[in-house]
């Protein structure tokens, strides 16, 4: 994710859409459980497919901010799949980010529990 924010800020993308595909053999994926308003991880080792990769990118307090969720297909395919927190592409990554003009900053909403939209 640091390579995608970097990009994002090099070429100042602060809208757009994310998608890809690839593969991966660290992939540290996330789920957020709404009654605690807690992320719980998990880091994955092996080879793994990335078959499919989606997001978006706005801005929080001014800076990049990326929200991608991954799903991920093991030597046996078994499927895994949440919120993308980290990983290192092993193989390829191959990823297409639609730029849209403007920009929507987020807020942490107290209620929910995370960054949302401040629309």
């Not at 800020?9 to 605690?36: Q, V």
């Not at 929080?60 to 290192?88: F, P, V």
């Amino acid at each position: 994710m640091n390579h995608l924010n970097k990009l994002c800020r090099n070429n100042s993308i602060k809208l757009g859409t994310i998608s890809g595909i690839g593969s991966t053999n660290k992939p540290t994926i996330g789920l957020f459980e709404t009654k605690t308003k807690k992320y719980h991880s998990k880091e994955l080792t092996g080879d793994y497919e990335i078959s499919s990769l989606t997001g978006n990118i706005s801005t929080m307090d001014g800076e990049i901010y990326l929200h991608i969720h991954i799903n991920l297909c093991d030597s046996n395919y078994n499927s895994y799949g949440g919120h993308l927190n980290s990983a290192i592409v092993s193989g390829t990554y191959e990823g297409v980010i639609e730029i849209i003009d403007g920009e929507i900053e987020r807020e942490f909403s107290e209620e929910i529990g995370l960054n949302i939209y401040k629309i």
